[in-house]
C-alpha cells in the first residue's frame, strides 16, 4: 500500500493505493482436456476452452478469490492467445473475463473470431 497525496483547488487530499501483484506464472497446455492450468499457492487455476475447427472459444476462466488480483487470469489467457496465434486458429472470448481482457489489449484483436 502507498499514500497518495494531492493537492486540487487548495484542498490537500490522501488517498491509499493499494498495488497489484504480478507474478511470473508457469501454464500449463493441456491439450486432451483444451485447458490451460496453473498452480499457484497450491490453488488450482483454469483457463477452458472448446475448439471447432480452427475456433478457439475461450469458455471459462477461474482463479480462487484466495489468489486473485495476482495477473494469474492475464497469464493463462496470454498462453492461449499465445497457442491460438502459434496454431493459426482464432479466438471466440465467450467467458466475461476473456472478453474484458481483449478489450484491454487490444493489439490482439486480430485473432477475435
Do not use: N
Not at 490453488?43 to 471459462?60: A, K, N, P, Q, T
Request: glycine share 8%.
Amino acid at each position: 500500500m502507498s499514500i497518495v497525496l494531492a493537492q486540487v483547488a487548495g484542498v490537500a487530499f490522501a488517498r491509499t493505493v493499494a498495488r497489484v501483484l504480478l507474478m511470473d506464472v508457469s501454464v500449463h497446455h493441456d491439450r486432451a482436456a483444451r485447458r490451460f492450468r496453473a498452480e499457484v499457492d497450491g490453488y488450482r487455476c483454469v483457463l477452458d476452452y472448446e475448439l471447432s475447427g480452427d475456433r478457439m472459444s475461450i469458455v471459462h476462466t477461474g482463479v480462487p478469490s484466495e489468489v486473485g488480483g495476482r495477473g494469474v487470469a492475464a497469464s493463462l489467457t496470454e498462453a492461449a492467445v499465445a497457442a491460438a496465434r502459434s496454431e493459426g486458429w482464432t479466438i471466440a472470448p465467450l467467458c466475461s473475463y476473456a472478453r474484458v481482457w481483449f478489450e484491454r489489449h487490444p493489439e490482439h484483436g486480430d485473432l477475435l473470431a
